[in-house]
């Protein structure tokens, strides 16, 4: 009999150079790096180049991508039209979505094997995604789109088109440290539903499409939004152990707990907190910190023994807030910041490409009876 793991839970689907995961030692490694260094050392961008190509860009290689990623920052005006006229009340990770897979039009790219191919349809993508989100964000509410400007940083460049303001430089820093937070972490649902996109030779934007709509699932990306909720419910710190301990008499997760991989706190958690630190000392301290600070005590006394601690989500969605982005958009910047790790997953699946094809265990009957319509009951 075949052996049956659901979810997949520990089967090998790939073999990979692009990231290392230690959950028992909270260690996490893009291309041999420590996460910890990128986001003391890096940028987004430069992450992006590495993680697409395997190493750190020289100075030169880095201009030009920086310089390529800006060139492709404006979106077409169809495209603009296009998000005009989806529903205002739509999730915006559904609008992301619809308009990944629209620019596939407009920029055909089916030769997936060829470099030069592979390499603009990354630019593109990593480029356009925060103005796509952008764009949504703010015709949703009415307004027009805002263009997008050369001479602001990746993550800069993202909070002047949401806002129309040149952003406070620490906001701008603080987003960009939590892009690369994101930018990848191994076989995850939509880096594996992406790769089985990008296995039967699809183009880019249709695997960029395809993962999209896997981390729209609650069980993946939603989880920073939820706790937003669950930390507004909870209302104060001194509310925190009687609603976390009704939580867990009734079998409920305590959003932003626990993680598939790690059984320590997770290493992005504590990259987060520090920065929020610097970014409250600033421009003063959310409300919601306190009482996340409590629910970390009292959820680690209480599961901390199950290897049970903090993941990333539960911090993320309270820097985004404090940045000032939306809570629906939160997992929406998830996805402007994974986009380099799916592509990264995608050029790496077509090097020695190989359909997706698992089996599956049949458990249901053999040999039945067909029968007229007349005699079924």
């Known amino acids: 009999m075949s052996y049956y793991s659901p979810g997949l839970a520990g089967v090998p689907a790939a073999k990979?150079?692009?990231?290392?995961?230690?959950?028992?030692?909270g260690i996490l490694e893009y291309r041999g790096f420590r996460i910890e260094l990128l986001a003391e050392k890096s940028d987004f961008v430069e992450t992006a180049y590495l993680l697409l190509f395997g190493r750190l860009p020289t100075a030169s290689e880095l201009r030009s991508f920086r310089a390529d990623l800006c060139a492709h920052r404006r979106i077409k005006y169809r495209i603009t039209d296009l998000i005009k006229c989806l529903p205002e009340y739509g999730h915006p990770m559904d609008a992301l979505q619809a308009a990944v897979a629209a620019l596939g039009m407009f920029y055909p790219a089916k030769k997936?094997?060829?470099?030069?191919?592979?390499?603009?349809?990354?630019?593109?993508?990593?480029a356009k995604?925060?103005?796509?989100?952008?764009?949504?964000?703010?015709?949703?509410h009415g307004d027009d789109p805002i263009p997008p400007r050369d001479d602001l940083s990746h993550a800069a460049n993202f909070l002047y088109m949401l806002t129309g303001k040149e952003p406070d430089p620490m906001m701008a820093e603080v987003l960009d440290v939590a892009l690369i937070l994101?930018?990848?972490?191994?076989?995850?649902?939509?880096?594996?539903s992406g790769l089985v996109t990008a296995s039967t030779l699809a183009d880019a934007y249709t695997v960029v499409s395809s993962a999209i709509g896997t981390l729209s699932g609650p069980l993946h990306g939603g989880a920073n939004e939820q706790v937003i909720d669950m930390l507004l419910e909870i209302g104060s710190a001194a509310n925190?152990?009687?609603?976390?301990?009704?939580?867990?008499?009734?079998?409920?997760?305590?959003?932003?707990?626990?993680?598939?991989?790690?059984?320590?706190?997770?290493?992005?958690?504590?990259?987060?907190?520090?920065?929020?630190?610097?970014?409250?000392?600033r421009h003063g301290r959310s409300p919601l910190y306190a009482i996340a600070l409590e629910a970390e005590r009292?959820?680690?006394?209480?599961?901390?023994?199950?290897?049970?601690?903090?993941?990333?989500?539960?911090?993320?969605?309270?820097?985004?807030?404090?940045?000032?982005?939306?809570?629906?958009l939160f997992t929406p910047v998830f996805a402007m910041a994974r986009v380099s790790g799916w592509l990264a997953h995608w050029i790496e699946q077509l090097k020695e490409n190989h359909i997706f094809r698992p089996t599956e265990i049949y458990e249901g009957e053999h040999e039945q009876r067909y029968l007229p319509l007349d005699q079924r009951s």
């Open 129 to 140: 995604l925060p103005t796509l989100v952008a764009a949504h964000a703010r015709m949703r």
């Open 16 to 25: 990979s150079r692009i990231s290392y995961l230690d959950g028992q030692k």
């Open 182 to 192: 994101h930018a990848e972490h191994t076989m995850n649902a939509s880096t594996f």
């Open 112 to 126: 997936v094997r060829d470099p030069e191919v592979q390499y603009h349809s990354s630019v593109r993508l990593i």
């Open 298 to 328: 009292v959820g680690v006394d209480r599961l901390g023994s199950k290897g049970v601690y903090p993941n990333v989500d539960f911090f993320s969605g309270i820097v985004y807030e404090k940045v000032g982005i939306e809570k629906d």
């Open 240 to 281: 925190v152990r009687p609603y976390i301990e009704k939580k867990l008499a009734a079998g409920e997760k305590m959003m932003g707990f626990g993680h598939r991989e790690y059984k320590v706190k997770d290493p992005r958690a504590t990259i987060l907190q520090t920065l929020m630190q610097k970014m409250f000392d």
